[in-house]
Nanobody, 115 residues
Framework: QVQLVESGGGLVQAGGSLRLSCAASESLFSMGWHRQGPGKERELVASVSSGGSTYYADSVKGRFTVFRDNAKNTLYLQMNSLKPEDTSMYYC????????????WGQGTQVTVSS
């Protein structure tokens, strides 16, 4: 069973930065960060494939950077210029190339941005 373990969340002031990490128990094709705030739907924030192709939600473009260390099976999300609206639980998710949905999920890490 694939395991994903996130770390790096916390409390930061608006304009600050945080880096999230997600360690996977094995190599996976696509890895991404989702977030879900109170009363909101879960959204894909950013993702990266094993080949380096990336996706960013419009709301984080230019502020967040997703990258991975394939040798360590670890996914990162560098979040800069954080805004209060970025406050959410952030979840790491992953899938193998033969799967068309994110099948594996971490437990989540809380990010809180104060104004």
């Amino acid at each position: 069973q694939v395991q994903l373990v996130e770390s790096g969340g916390g409390l930061v002031q608006a304009g600050g930065s945080l880096r999230l990490s997600c360690a996977a128990s094995e190599s996976l094709f696509s890895m991404g960060w989702h977030r879900q705030g109170p009363g909101k739907e879960r959204e894909l924030v950013a993702s990266v494939s094993s080949g380096g192709s990336t996706y960013y939600a419009d709301s984080v473009k230019g502020r967040f950077t997703v990258f991975r260390d394939n040798a360590k099976n670890t996914l990162y999300l560098q979040m800069n210029s954080l805004k209060p609206e970025d406050t959410s639980m952030y979840y790491c998710a992953a899938r193998h190339i033969v799967e068309n949905v994110y099948r594996y999920w971490g437990q989540g890490t809380q990010v809180t941005v104060s104004s």
